[in-house]
């Protein structure tokens, strides 16, 4: 690998960011990456106290990105950072993005990838010319049975994939709690910086990420019906989208915020000519294979077992009968990031298995279904052709 661990630098994560702390603490659980500088909020002072509270050096706390990008550049190479973690509003990822990477500086980003779809072309296109390595974030593609379910699929065991269901119901906005001090929901149900959707830019991006990940298909068609539920909203809570793929196979999304009582159970269900398969968070260790003919049969995570392959051995962490969770899914992203990049830097070819991380591809598709949601849902003829 390297004798030194890649520097990290995070753009937003201050007061009030939940997901700033779980980047931080994933990028970090292998011990390959340290957080080494920090522009955390636009406030300098509140970027101050954050970095105080993680204990960097306050030279190293910076008053805005582009002072991080400017002072970062100018130490030496083994003292600057070596990628930044993006980890703001929607409205604040193009930007920063963009300008790290023509400064230099490969790119974490959570998703969505960008505020707007010609954004995303802009910055996929940026990403390609700097020749610079891209990550976007997206969770549920780390848990090593959703990796095993899609190496199942690859390999045939499903046969000619007919059918996906892909549902991720949430309940934390059953109410108006952007009116309140919950900056959470203060920022996602507000246009100005979360976008033209809500919901389905938020989690929606990430079930149709997850369909298209583990089936392996592209999406050709979409039907879409939204929802503002809870009154006074601008943007949706709720919605339902109808799919079709390049193989012919057709598929159902479902996507809420309003889900009275449900937490974050993210769920797939893909069916095939010879086999079905199931996938949810709530008991993220098992995928199950269902035959017609034959009893169900139980994948289970755990080190050593014989019969999971490559890719989800890859991202184990937890020894049989202990849970894989959430972060140690985030923390799978930013593993395979760093391998790759120190291989990168070796001249190496990195592993399969290392690049095996969400990048500019799947954030234009992202970005392409949330634009072609909102315009299926307004139109009446309703199914649209999904196009880049």
């Known amino acids: 690998m390297s ?11 201050g007061p009030g960011s939940f997901i700033g702390a779980v980047h931080r603490i994933s990028a970090a659980m292998d ?3 340290e957080l080494a500088a920090g522009a955390f909020s636009s406030s300098a002072e509140k970027s101050q ?6 204990f960097l050096p306050s030279h190293r706390v910076y008053g805005s990105y582009d002072e991080m990008f400017e002072k970062e550049k100018q130490l030496p190479e083994e003292e600057r950072i070596d990628f930044v973690a993006i980890v703001t509003p929607n409205h604040v990822h193009f930007d920063p993005a963009v300008k790290a990477l023509k400064n230099g500086f490969h790119v974490v980003l959570d998703k969505p990838m960008t505020f707007t779809y010609s954004e995303a072309k802009e910055l996929a296109k940026t990403i390609e010319e700097t020749g610079m390595l891209f990550c976007l974030t997206h969770t549920y593609t780390g848990y090593p049975m959703v990796k095993e379910a899609r190496h199942l699929i690859k390999s045939g065991v499903l046969g000619k994939i007919r059918k996906v269901y892909v549902e991720y119901p949430q309940g934390w906005l059953w109410t108006d709690l952007e009116n309140t001090d919950y900056k959470q929901a203060k ?9 033209i959707a809500n919901c389905m830019g938020d989690i929606g991006t990430h079930a149709f990420n997850l369909a298209e990940y583990v089936s392996g298909l592209k999406t050709t068609k979409i039907c879409a019906d939204l929802n503002i539920v809870v009154a006074g909203r601008t943007l949706d809570d709720d919605g339902s989208v109808l799919l079709k793929y390049d193989n012919g196979a057709s ?8 889900a009275t009582g449900s937490e974050n159970n993210i769920k797939i269900r893909v069916f095939g000519e010879k086999a079905g398969l199931e996938w949810e968070q709530d008991n993220a260790n098992t995928l199950i294979v269902r ?27 937890t020894p049989g009968g202990h849970p894989e969770g959430y972060l140690e899914a985030f923390a799978n992203l930013y593993r395979n990031f760093a391998r790759t990049l120190y291989a990168k830097r070796n001249g ?12 500019a591809e799947d954030g234009l598709r992202g970005m392409a279904f949330v634009e072609h949601v909102v315009k299926s849902a307004k139109s009446e003829q309703k199914w649209t052709n999904f196009e880049l």
Not at 49 to 54: A, F, N, V
Not at 293 to 317: F, H
Not at 348 to 357: G, N
């Open 187 to 195: 920022w996602r149900t507000d246009p100005k910086q979360s976008g």
């Open 251 to 258: 598929g159902v999304l479902m996507a809420t915020q309003i």
């Open 348 to 359: 190496e070819t990195p592993k399969p298995e290392w690049l095996d991380f969400p990048g």
């Open 31 to 33: 011990g390959l990456i």
């Open 291 to 317: 035959h017609p003919e034959a009893p169900a049969q139980i994948y289970r995570t755990g080190g050593n077992i014989p019969y999971l392959s490559s890719w989800a051995m890859e991202n184990l962490r």
């Open 3 to 13: 004798d030194k661990k890649l520097k990290m630098g995070m753009i937003g994560g």
């Open 49 to 54: 106290q954050t970095g105080k509270e993680l």
